[in-house]
C-alpha cells in the first residue's frame, strides 16, 4: 500500500479537532499547520503519536495549505480541512485504492457533505459535492489563491464514491463569525483584481440568490436547515457585495 500523509490546516479548533484526528488516525502520518491557537488545539493534536505540528503564520488559504504539503513525508496527500470528517467507509475506500502497485490516476474527487443544524445534508449541491482533496504530490499541489483555493494537477483525475462529512459551523454564532472574515476576505481580494458592484446590482441579487440556492439548489429538501441555509447563504452574497462596494467608495473624494 502507497503511504498517505493527511495535512490539515488549523486554528483553535479545540471543539471539532479530536474528530477530525480520530477520523484520520489510520494515516501513516498527520501534518497539522497551526497559524497561532491560543485553545487547546495543540495539546490535542500531540495526543496523536502519528502527528506533527508546524507553526505557520496564516499565508492564506491556498498558500497555507501548500506550506503543509511540502512537509508532508509522503507523495500522497489527504488534505482536509479543521472542521472535515473521514467517514469510515470513504477510509476503507481509500486504502483499497493505494493498496495498488500502480495507481492511474494522478488524485482524486472526495464527496463531501455538510452537516448543519444537526442535520447530514442529502440533497442539492451541499450533498457529496466533489473536492480534489486526495492527490500524487508529485503531480501537483495546491494553488496561490488566498480564497477558494484549489489543487492543481498534471494527469487524469477519478472519483470516490464515499464522502467526508463538513461540520462547518460549531453554532449560529460561529456561522456568522466565519461570515464575516470571508466575506471581507472576498472584499478585499476583489478589490484587488478591480472588481466593482454597483448598489443595484447588490440588490438585485437577493431575490435571484435565495432562489438559487432554495429552488435550483434543491435546499427545499433538506427541510427547515435548508431553509435556514439558503437564507445565510442568500445574506452571505449579499454581505460580501456590500464590503465590494464599501471599498471601493473609499477611493473617492
Same mark, same amino acid.
Given at each position: 500500500?502507497? &503511504?498517505?500523509?493527511?495535512?490539515?490546516?488549523?486554528? @483553535?479548533?479545540?471543539?471539532?479537532?479530536?474528530?477530525?484526528?480520530?477520523?484520520?488516525?489510520? =494515516?501513516?502520518?498527520?501534518?497539522?499547520?497551526?497559524?497561532?491557537?491560543?485553545?487547546?488545539?495543540?495539546?490535542?493534536?500531540?495526543?496523536?503519536?502519528?502527528?506533527?505540528?508546524?507553526?505557520?503564520?496564516?499565508?492564506?488559504?491556498?498558500?497555507?495549505?501548500?506550506?503543509?504539503?511540502?512537509?508532508?513525508?509522503?507523495?500522497?496527500?489527504?488534505?482536509?480541512?479543521?472542521?472535515?470528517?473521514?467517514?469510515?467507509?470513504?477510509?476503507?475506500?481509500?486504502?483499497?485504492?493505494?493498496?495498488? =502497485?500502480?495507481?492511474?490516476?494522478?488524485?482524486?474527487?472526495?464527496?463531501?457533505?455538510?452537516?448543519?443544524?444537526?442535520?447530514?445534508?442529502?440533497?442539492? =449541491?451541499?450533498?457529496?459535492?466533489?473536492?480534489?482533496?486526495?492527490?500524487?504530490?508529485? &503531480?501537483?499541489?495546491?494553488?496561490?489563491?488566498?480564497?477558494?483555493?484549489?489543487?492543481?494537477?498534471?494527469?487524469?483525475?477519478?472519483?470516490?464514491?464515499?464522502?467526508?462529512?463538513?461540520?462547518?459551523?460549531?453554532?449560529?454564532?460561529?456561522?456568522?463569525?466565519?461570515?464575516?472574515?470571508?466575506?471581507?476576505?472576498?472584499?478585499?481580494?476583489?478589490?484587488?483584481?478591480?472588481?466593482?458592484?454597483?448598489?443595484?446590482?447588490?440588490?438585485?441579487?437577493?431575490?435571484?440568490?435565495?432562489?438559487?440556492?432554495?429552488?435550483?439548489?434543491?435546499?427545499?429538501?433538506?427541510?427547515?436547515?435548508?431553509?435556514?441555509?439558503?437564507?445565510?447563504?442568500?445574506?452571505?452574497?449579499?454581505? &460580501?457585495?456590500?464590503?465590494?462596494?464599501?471599498? @471601493?467608495?473609499?477611493?473617492?473624494?
Amino acid at each position: 500500500m502507497h &503511504k498517505i500523509s493527511t495535512v490539515i490546516i488549523a486554528c @483553535n479548533e479545540e471543539k471539532r479537532i479530536r474528530l477530525v484526528l480520530d477520523s484520520v488516525k489510520w =494515516s501513516d502520518e498527520i501534518i497539522v499547520v497551526d497559524s497561532g491557537s491560543t485553545d487547546s488545539t495543540l495539546s490535542i493534536c500531540c495526543e496523536y503519536p502519528n502527528c506533527k505540528v508546524y507553526n505557520q503564520p496564516f499565508l492564506g488559504y491556498g498558500p497555507q495549505k501548500r506550506f503543509a504539503v511540502e512537509k508532508a513525508s509522503n507523495q500522497w496527500i489527504l488534505s482536509i480541512d479543521a472542521d472535515e470528517v473521514v467517514t469510515e467507509a470513504l477510509q476503507h475506500e481509500i486504502r483499497l485504492k493505494l493498496s495498488s =502497485s500502480n495507481i492511474e490516476e494522478a488524485g482524486f474527487h472526495v464527496p463531501i457533505t455538510l452537516k448543519f443544524l444537526g442535520k447530514v445534508f442529502s440533497h442539492g =449541491s451541499e450533498h457529496k459535492q466533489p473536492h480534489l482533496r486526495l492527490f500524487d504530490k508529485s &503531480k501537483g499541489n495546491f494553488n496561490e489563491l488566498t480564497l477558494h483555493e484549489g489543487v492543481v494537477l498534471q494527469g487524469m483525475i477519478g472519483k470516490l464514491r464515499n464522502e467526508v462529512l463538513h461540520l462547518s459551523y460549531i453554532n449560529t454564532h460561529h456561522y456568522f463569525q466565519k461570515f464575516n472574515d470571508y466575506s471581507t476576505l472576498y472584499a478585499v481580494e476583489s478589490k484587488k483584481r478591480g472588481k466593482q458592484i454597483s448598489k443595484t446590482m447588490a440588490i438585485v441579487r437577493i431575490p435571484v440568490e435565495f432562489f438559487k440556492q432554495y429552488f435550483i439548489r434543491l435546499n427545499f429538501l433538506n427541510g427547515f436547515p435548508g431553509f435556514v441555509w439558503a437564507w445565510f447563504s442568500t445574506a452571505y452574497v449579499f454581505a &460580501k457585495h456590500v464590503k465590494l462596494y464599501e471599498s @471601493n467608495q473609499t477611493l473617492k473624494p
